[in-house]
């Protein structure tokens, strides 16, 4: 069995041996092995020209990925939590998602930019928001969010041959699930979204760390016989709307689950997306669960009841097909 974080460290690694302008940079992914203990013991097997400590300035070493990109190399930026890469924004929209543009195609930021999201560990509000939702707001990014553990080993890679920017959400909740994975493990797609769990009654969407909320509610909702196929958006931006049309034609109902806030997010765009080219082909109100609008509790019982659980994603399909 293949942890999450093993799977990730193996994609740097992979990374590190395959492509000499890769090289690693971020708070603590040296010689601590990275907050998470993604990055452990590549620093000893890489050097520190290759796994770079940074001081606590995110808008400063994310500026030096966007320079090194610029300058020909493959610069892998790590930043602590989601919450952390605010302090870096003007550097992401601004200068890596809009180079593209403003040089009239003449300049490429080959960046990707891992950083870690979501609750479930008792980090505390400063530490667990999901914010995916602006980045994939912005346009002259990608957005990924690997919920498995074959995707956490096999988007970098995919992502390190984009010639433009790439941002990677890595749910904190997710770093010790493991799974099997093949020794032959390698890049993924990360064009398109996947079927996880082929059904009939109803069309679940998720990602990230919400995809084992919805692949537990189907679990429990097969026991009512109720079939619902799960839908894992893998990529937020671009969005693979196809995929989920496509579902909703077979199974005539939607409910999407997302551990990001309800207003402005990323349920509210599959919703409008759905409403938009795909309202003849539904049933039944669009419904979604969400985090509550709140910032993340730190109390174990109170983050549970923030965050969106398999029996209230379960009741909202039973209300869709009732």
């Known amino acids: 069995m293949t942890t999450y974080r093993e799977a990730v460290r193996e994609a740097l690694r992979e990374a590190l041996i395959r492509d000499d302008r890769v090289f690693l940079m971020g708070e603590d992914v040296g010689a601590y092995g990275g907050c ?3 990055s452990r013991g590549l620093l000893d097997e890489f050097g520190p020209e290759r796994i770079r400590d940074t001081p606590l300035s995110e808008s400063a070493f994310v500026g030096a990925g966007i320079g090194a990109a610029l300058g020909g190399l493959r610069p892998i930026v790590e930043i602590m939590t989601v919450n952390f890469s605010l302090l870096a924004l003007d550097q992401i929209l601004n200068n890596a998602a809009t180079l593209r543009h403003m040089s009239g195609g003449q300049l490429g930021v080959p960046l990707v930019i891992r950083m870690a999201t979501g609750a479930g560990r008792q980090l505390g509000a400063q530490h667990s928001h999901s914010l995916e939702a602006f980045y994939a707001h912005i346009p002259g990014l990608r957005v990924l969010s690997p919920a498995t553990v074959a995707d956490a080993r096999g988007m970098l890679w995919t992502a390190l041959q984009d010639p433009d920017p790439v941002l990677i959400f890595e749910p904190i909740a997710l770093y010790n699930s493991e799974a099997e994975l093949p020794a032959d493990a390698g890049a993924v797609d ?3 979204a996947v079927i ?3 059904g009939t009654d109803v069309t679940l969407v998720s990602y990230g760390g919400g995809l084992r909320v919805a692949e537990a509610a189907a679990e429990e909702l097969a026991g ?3 079939s619902a ?3 894992d958006l893998r990529t937020l931006r671009p969005l693979d709307e196809a995929t989920v049309l496509a579902s909703i034609a077979r199974t005539h109902r939607l409910v999407v689950v997302d551990e990001g806030w309800r207003s402005v997010s990323i349920s509210a765009e599959i919703a409008a997306r759905a409403a938009e080219n795909g309202y ?7 419904a979604r669960v969400c985090t509550a609008e709140v910032p993340i509790p730190y109390a174990r019982q109170l983050e549970e009841a923030a965050l ?3 029996g209230v994603v379960a009741a ?3 209300k869709a097909v009732s």
């Open 36 to 38: 998470f203990g993604v």
């Open 190 to 192: 990360i064009d398109s």
């Open 196 to 198: 996880r769990r082929a």
């Open 224 to 226: 009512d016989g109720i």
């Open 229 to 231: 196929e799960v839908i």
């Open 280 to 286: 003849y082909l539904l049933d039944a109100p669009i």
């Open 308 to 310: 969106p659980q398999p």
């Open 316 to 318: 909202a399909v039973r």
